[in-house]
């Protein structure tokens, strides 16, 4: 199976911070990385598709990116509302994994 | 509008089996596929498995030999099956839509809160 390794597993944030979230895989992926947010009690929600697109009604200040292996979630200028945690999953290979997930918290 | 809906019994007796229908609507289940995914309390999320829109399945092989995925396109219903549960069973299960490489998990369930106890 394709291993997501994602970190850091916790990070405590100011509001206005620029974050970034990484997740390393163990083999190619390609382009076939999502990235979801999850309130706590509700389920995920897709941020990005496919590495680096907004999905619908996502704001700007969520950036996608991929380098090699290792693929990020990026927030600039966080807003309270971007408190949550964060998961990956690449979705090249069955059985498809999610990275660990990371958890935001405000300082 | 696009819909999942998971329900089933919130509370399952160990070695017993778990019955989860998700109750899709604003798309077809001939034209997208509808995967399961759970959440161990304060834990990540874990792919169960898939049921295509041909009627195709596929499973986790870490689950393979308790799950089963079905499905009644007449009732726009899905349906997830896993026995012999234990304690670590318990978890969030949500169900999501996947409709091709732009659509991949844009929709989900509210989630269906399973616990595993006597």
């Known amino acids: 199976d394709i291993q997501m390794t994602q970190s850091p597993s916790s990070m405590s944030v100011s509001l206005g911070d620029t974050v970034t979230i990484t997740c390393r895989a163990s083999?190619?992926?390609?382009?076939?990385v999502n990235w979801f947010q999850q309130k706590p009690g509700k389920s995920p929600r897709r941020m990005i598709y496919r590495a680096a697109n907004l999905a619908d009604g996502v704001p700007s200040r969520f950036i996608g990116s991929r380098s090699g292996s290792d693929y990020s979630l990026t927030i600039s200028s966080l807003e309270s509302e971007d408190v949550a945690d964060y998961h990956c999953l690449q979705y090249d290979e069955y059985p498809w994994t999610f990275g660990g997930g990371t958890k935001l918290e405000l300082k | 509008q696009v819909q999942l809906k998971e329900s089933g019994p919130g509370l399952v007796q160990p070695s017993q089996t778990l019955s989860l229908t998700c109750t899709v609507s604003?798309?077809?289940?001939?034209?997208?596929?509808v995967h399961w995914v759970r959440q161990p309390p304060g834990k990540g999320l874990e792919w169960m498995g898939r049921?295509?829109?041909?009627?195709?399945?596929s499973y986790n092989s870490a689950l393979k030999s308790r799950l089963s995925i079905s499905r009644d396109t007449s009732k726009n219903q899905v349906f997830l099956k896993m026995n012999s549960l234990q304690t670590d069973d318990t978890g969030t299960y949500y169900c999501t839509r996947v409709g091709g490489p732009y659509y991949v998990m844009d929709a989900w369930g509210q989630g269906a809160s399973v616990t595993v106890s006597s």
């Open positions: 604003g798309f077809s289940l001939t034209s997208y596929n």
């Open positions: 049921m295509r829109y041909n009627g195709d399945t």
């Open positions: 083999q190619d992926v390609g382009i076939y």
